[in-house]
């Protein structure tokens, strides 16, 4: 059974702190890994993306990936009120063909407070 | 862009009805998802097609589920007979060279 752990939070933060979120996968054949933000009553929004090691930034948001240590995360840099939402992790399984399966984390709150 | 679109966003029905979700993903997507989340479980796969054809029914609770899709830009989930348990947001995605889009999501309560 391949498993995606996120804590569940909540994570509080200062509006203009870095959130730092994290999430952990069993399958070490991974390839392909995604950040999803859902805002509470809404549907998860795809934000971020990482195939390789290290860091990928895109405007205030950095993905780290770190595959021997089966590790990904999120950092949200000075974070707005507006970020408060919770954020999904997800891993899709295997490598290239047809198979776009993702297996999501249950996600963490975020809460950055003014 | 019309992004996936699902309907009906909100649908109540008692034990024992027939329900009926649909989904028309986004053009040119070639693979479709179905969803389902609640507090408990979290995001849940239930099954997934690529080119119309069902890959993985795995995530298919039970008898009572069922999906369909007959072309290109139309899919359905149905539920028969449905039962409280169900009640959760049934999310539809779609996906092209592996990114998914999400639609707005039916929320399902059964009474």
């Known amino acids: 059974q391949k498993e995606v752990e996120q804590n569940s939070g909540p994570l509080s933060v200062p509006e203009g702190a870095i959130a730092s979120l994290n999430c952990t996968y069993s399958d070490r054949g991974s390839q392909s890994f995604f950040w999803y933000r859902q805002y509470s009553g809404k549907s998860p929004e795809l934000i971020m993306f990482?195939?390789?090691?290290g860091d990928k930034e895109d405007g205030r948001f950095t993905a780290q990936l770190n595959k021997a240590s089966q590790y990904v995360s999120l950092l949200i840099r000075d974070s707005q009120p507006s970020d408060s939402a919770t954020y999904l992790c997800?891993?899709?399984?295997?490598?290239?063909?047809?198979?776009?399966?993702?297996?999501f984390g249950k996600g963490t709150l975020l809460t950055v407070n003014p | 862009d019309a992004g996936v679109i699902q309907s009906p966003r909100h649908e109540v029905t008692e034990m024992g009805q027939e329900v009926t979700l649909r989904c028309k993903p986004i053009?040119?997507?070639?693979?479709l998802f179905w969803y389902r989340q609640t507090m408990m479980r979290g995001l849940e796969l239930l099954i997934y097609?690529?080119?119309?054809?069902?890959?993985?029914d795995s995530g298919m609770p039970e008898d009572r589920f069922s999906a369909k899709m007959p072309n290109a830009s139309f899919s359905t989930l149905k539920i028969q007979p449905s039962e409280p348990r169900d009640s959760a947001v049934y999310f539809c995605a779609s996906s092209f060279v592996g990114f998914q889009f999400f639609g707005p999501g039916t929320r399902l309560t059964v009474l």
């Open positions: 990482i195939y390789s090691n």
């Open positions: 997800a891993v899709k399984e295997g490598s290239g063909g047809s198979n776009y399966k993702l297996t």
């Open positions: 097609f690529n080119n119309n054809v069902p890959i993985d």
């Open positions: 053009s040119g997507h070639n693979s």
